[in-house]
């Protein structure tokens, strides 16, 4: 369904956002593996990004692992783990139960029409985002759209004072942990390589400008350039 967008406060919000995208920048906030490709989303003038993260492997501290209330994260890292970290988290005291959590990655954006979240969402899915969809719709936010591959595992470590998983079968559970977070990654140099080679449809000449003034060259942010010596790119 399609409706009217307020374009002036759409386009509010991407300025806001685009500032809002430096800031975290300059502060760490930003996954660096990800700046390539909201680069490349901004510098079209129909889109903007929200939140996004390139996937990360997290312990949570709740009865499930998808549990949002009453759950806190007691540990969180980007990039692969090592069992001495784990084992570590293992000897805290536990509330409820301690998940090992391994997910790829997933962005947020919006687009000023239909018409143009359907074309990203086609271009999402061709990079393997394929449980992506619009998750929203209002006339000054846009179309909002949730961009995710699916990729994901978690793993019950301990049930309160009950232990789980011993060293040795712990060994096994963080090689996986770190599979499935190098495998969103492949999804994440996928998304790159599909959407540096389509986009910008339709260039936004002050994102543009700006990208030039800051002295930025989009494919120095290339994931390839993090992961492609640590993991095999089948197909990619």
């Not at 979240?117 to 719709?137: E, F, Q, T, V």
């Not at 909002?144 to 004072?161: C, D, M, P, Q, Y």
């Not at 390589?193 to 260039?203: I, Y």
């Amino acid at each position: 369904m399609s409706f009217k967008i307020n374009l002036s406060a759409w386009q509010r919000r991407k300025t806001e956002f685009w500032n809002r995208l430096w800031e975290d920048l300059e502060i760490g906030y930003l996954d660096e593996d990800l700046i390539g490709i909201l680069l490349i989303l901004n510098s079209d003038k129909n889109i903007y990004t929200l939140s996004s993260c390139s996937g990360r492997i997290t312990i949570s501290d709740s009865t499930y692992p998808w549990s949002r209330e009453e759950s806190s994260v007691v540990f969180k890292k980007h990039i692969p783990i090592t069992i001495n970290e784990i084992l570590d988290i293992l000897k805290k005291p536990v509330v409820r139960r301690l998940w090992l959590n391994s997910t790829g990655p997933i962005l947020h954006l919006s687009t000023n029409s239909l018409e143009y979240a359907d074309k990203i969402l086609s271009l999402a899915r061709k990079a393997g985002l394929k449980h992506s969809g619009i998750i929203s719709m209002n006339p000054d936010k846009g179309y909002i759209i949730e961009l995710t591959s699916g990729v994901k595992v978690s793993h019950l470590l301990r049930s309160r004072g009950i232990l789980l998983a011993e060293e040795d079968s712990l060994r096994e559970i963080v090689d996986v942990a770190n599979e499935v977070l190098l495998e969103g990654k492949k999804v994440l140099i996928r998304m790159f390589k599909v959407f540096r080679s389509e986009l910008p449809w339709n260039p936004d000449n002050n994102i543009v400008s700006d990208l030039k003034n800051r002295g930025i060259n989009i494919d120095k942010y290339d994931p390839y350039k993090i992961y492609g010596k640590i993991i095999r790119l089948d197909n990619t």
